[in-house]
Every structure is written in structure tokens, then in C-alpha cells.
């Protein structure tokens, strides 16, 4: 089995994916836009749920990217397209496709417009992964803004390391999981 390629800032944890994953509901056939894709992890595990997705991984870094390309390889994704740029700029753009089911948001920069765009896009489920208070009260009122939110879930998780010949447990940082739905 190959090994997630990682760059700064991912990959997200499993148990974190496992829940934001739960919470999209991805459907046999969706288009999925992994949005601030980082290493593309979330992309491969949507794809272990159904294979036939399209997905549409964005990141505004090179190195991402890069790490993205390759795990997609190693894990065999297919009908993938990896989009460089600021995800509001590619979202918007006349080149991008009309209509998104379900979205995965790990990088919230400009998370306002890039949320007021899948709205328009007529995603039905889309679930915005925070770290910071900002960004979650920001994601929140944007939600409630375009009549979408959900809920938030704040995920703390430990895991077990050895000490001393035992097991001890480590937090992880705490994650805030913030879902939006839409009637579609
Ligand atoms: C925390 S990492 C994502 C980790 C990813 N889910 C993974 O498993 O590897 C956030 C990423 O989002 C990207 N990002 C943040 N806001 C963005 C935006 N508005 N457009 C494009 N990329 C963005 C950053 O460059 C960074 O690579």
C-alpha cells in the first residue's frame, strides 16, 4: 500500500476525514470539489465510497499540487482534474463547470465568496473543515447568510503513544467540522 505524499499543512487526520466524509453523503456519480485539496487525501478517501466520482481538486500552492498529483497516481484515482489557483477564482470562472453535488472545504481562504459560489453551483451538501474561531464564525455566517447551515461538530481527538513500555495518549489539535445543505 503507498504512502500519502504530504506537504505542510496536511494531510488531514483520518478520523477527521472519516467524520467530514460521513457528513457529505456522497452519492454514485457526484462531481466533488476537494477545495484547498493539500495533499488530495480527502479526494482518495471519497473515492474508496464510490469510485465514480468526478473530482475536482484545487489548491492555490505549487507544492500541493505537486503532492496531490502524485498521490493520485499512487492510489489510482481516476477521473480527477487538479486545478491550480485561488478556488473563488476557479470556481467562478465561464471554464468551470455549471453544477457541483458535494464539496469538501480544507483551505477557507476567501471562505465567503468560494461558499457563495457552491451555492450557485447548486452543491447539495458541503462540509468546511476549521481550525481557527475566526474562520468558523465567519463560515457559520456565511452558512446562515445563504440559508444553507447545518451544524458544527468540534472534534477532539487523542491517540495512543508509547511511554515507558505503555500507552499514553496524545490530543491532536481540535477540529471544527462545519456542515451546509441545501435542498437539492
Ligand atoms: C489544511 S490544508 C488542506 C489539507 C488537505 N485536506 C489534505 O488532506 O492534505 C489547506 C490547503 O488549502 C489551500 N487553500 C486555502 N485557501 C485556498 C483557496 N481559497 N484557494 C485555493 N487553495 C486554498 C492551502 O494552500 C493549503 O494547501
Redesign the pocket.
Known amino acids: 500500500m503507498s504512502e500519502i505524499v504530504s ?1 505542510s ?4 487526520k483520518p478520523e477527521i ?1 472519516a467524520v467530514s466524509l460521513s457528513k457529505l453523503g456522497l452519492r454514485d456519480g457526484d462531481r466533488f470539489a ?9 479526494s482518495i478517501e471519497a473515492a474508496r465510497i464510490t469510485r465514480n466520482l468526478t473530482i475536482y481538486a ?4 505549487k507544492e ?1 499540487l505537486r503532492a496531490t498529483e502524485t498521490n493520485f497516481k499512487n492510489f489510482n484515482i481516476e477521473n480527477a482534474r487538479v486545478l491550480a ?4 477564482d476557479i470556481l467562478g470562472s465561464g471554464d468551470f463547470v455549471d453544477f457541483i453535488d458535494c464539496a ?1 472545504v ?5 471562505i465567503g465568496s ?1 461558499l457563495e459560489i457552491l451555492v450557485k453551483k447548486k452543491a447539495r451538501s458541503i462540509v468546511v ?1 476549521a481550525v481557527r474561531i475566526e474562520t468558523v464564525v465567519r463560515t457559520i455566517e456565511s452558512m446562515k447568510r445563504l440559508g444553507i447551515f447545518d451544524e458544527v461538530v468540534h472534534i477532539s481527538v487523542s491517540r495512543s503513544a508509547p511511554i515507558a513500555g505503555e500507552t499514553m495518549f496524545k490530543p491532536e489539535n481540535p477540529v471544527y467540522i462545519v456542515v451546509g445543505k441545501t435542498q437539492n
Open positions: 506537504v499543512g496536511g494531510p488531514t476525514i476537494d477545495i484547498g485539496c493539500g495533499t488530495g487525501s480527502v484545487i489548491d492555490a500552492r500541493a489557483g485561488e478556488a473563488s469538501f480544507g483551505g477557507t481562504k476567501n468560494v473543515n
